[in-house]
Every structure is written in C-alpha cells, then in structure tokens.
C-alpha cells in the first residue's frame, strides 16, 4: 500500500488490529506511536496519520488533511465482462491509470456465468479498485457498473469528444495515430477475451465509435486495455 486509504466512517473510530490496513501500518510500515505515515480519505484529500496508541485490539489514529485531491481523468472504460481473474487485474490497472468510469457489459461472446461471480456479487470489486487507488497514491475511486447490455453501455457514454473500439480484425487506424484534444473526454471500448461480433461492430459504428488497432499481435485482454490507456492518456497529455 502506497496510501492507507480510509472511509469517512473509519475515521471516528480505531482501527482494529484484524484490519489489513493495519497490519501493514505495523509490520510493512513499522510504525510505533507517535510515528506518522501517508493516509487519503476515499474521494477526499490525502494528509497524514498519527499511530497515538496501540491497544490489544485496535490502534488509535489521528488525521491532519491538506487540500482535496484533482479529478480523476474524463476517460470511461468499456470492457466485454471477461473472466474474473482477467477483470481483477482491469480494475486494479484502470483505478491506477486515473480513469474516471468503468463499465462492464456482457457481450454477443461473454460467458454471462462471470456476471454471477463472487467477484460482483460481494462487492469484491471494490478491494481492487482500491488496490489499484492506493498504489497510485490517490483518493479518488473510479465508480464502476456490470452487467448491462452493450447497447445499454453505449448509450450512457454518448456524450464524450472521442469513441475509440480496440478491434483485431477491422480497424481503420493504428490507436497511436489518434489525435486528442487536451481536455477530451473518451470513451475506450475493449471487447471481452473473444473480441467483438460483426453485430457488435455495427452497434459501436453506429455509436460513433472508431475502430482503431494495437498492431498485429494479439494481446490479452487486461494488456490491451493498460496499452490502450497509456496511449490515451499521452495523447490528452495527462502525463505531461
């Protein structure tokens, strides 16, 4: 953990020794009383901690704020629901990379089984979400919804600057051509781990999407969208 990210509601109350959190503060960080370390409160400022006491079961905590955190980037992410495991490692890269929305639909070649994974349905998600904040040092938590259809995706992100569609087999572009405009808003659409159908093209060109291509080789689905993100996010200058 870059950042022990806390939510408004911890902060009145010690935080139990069981915590991962506060295992790390105690055995990664070392933290003894009196020491501080680098806190954020979920989609509110970063500052720091105080360890004021350690108890059998809990430490006590004190908070000192700075200013609120930037917003996230205007990206949304769109990804065919994929396995659980390839969607772990979306959250946390995508919740790293800065981007402001994630969206997960079930596509034409989606198992709809992975809607049903513990991943959704106990709210799993949201530990990797915060994995991903945490590591880039950030508070600000991308919001993220699952299960809809594609066209009901498509039509919740109809007011961005730019659509870009990741597509093997019938992109018109290289996605490292595309020009952006500094304060673009973008919509990046991956398909699920078998790509989209011919059918599913047509709902993304009639969208207004651009299908744009990584180059030749064929890359997993999680190393698709973290290449595609970085040329984006270069492309709109959030690197700079």
Known sequence: ???????????????????????????????????????????????????????????????????????????????????????????????????????????????????????????????????????????????VTFGMSLDEALSSATNADAKLALDNYENTEPMSDVQLRDDSSIVLAVGSERGWTAVERESLRDANFRLVGLGERVLRTETAVVSALALVKAATGSWR
């Open 1 to 143: 953990m870059n950042l022990i990210l806390m939510d408004r509601s911890e902060i009145d109350h010690p935080l139990p020794k069981t915590d991962d959190r506060a295992v790390h503060i105690l055995e990664v960080l070392r933290r003894k009383v009196g020491d501080a370390f680098d806190v954020g409160l979920i989609n509110g400022p970063k500052g720091k901690a105080r360890l004021e006491e350690v108890t059998p079961d809990t430490l006590v905590l004190s908070y000192g704020w700075a200013d609120p955190e930037p917003p996230l980037d205007p990206i949304t992410l769109l990804v065919g629901l994929s396995r659980p495991q390839t969607n772990r490692k979306i959250l946390q890269a995508a919740a790293t990379m800065g981007v402001e929305r994630m969206l997960f639909p079930i596509t034409d070649r989606a198992e709809p089984a992975y809607a049903q994974s513990k991943l959704w349905t106990t709210g799993e998600y949201r530990r990797h979400l915060l994995a991903g904040v945490a590591q880039a040092f950030s508070t600000q938590v991308p919001s």
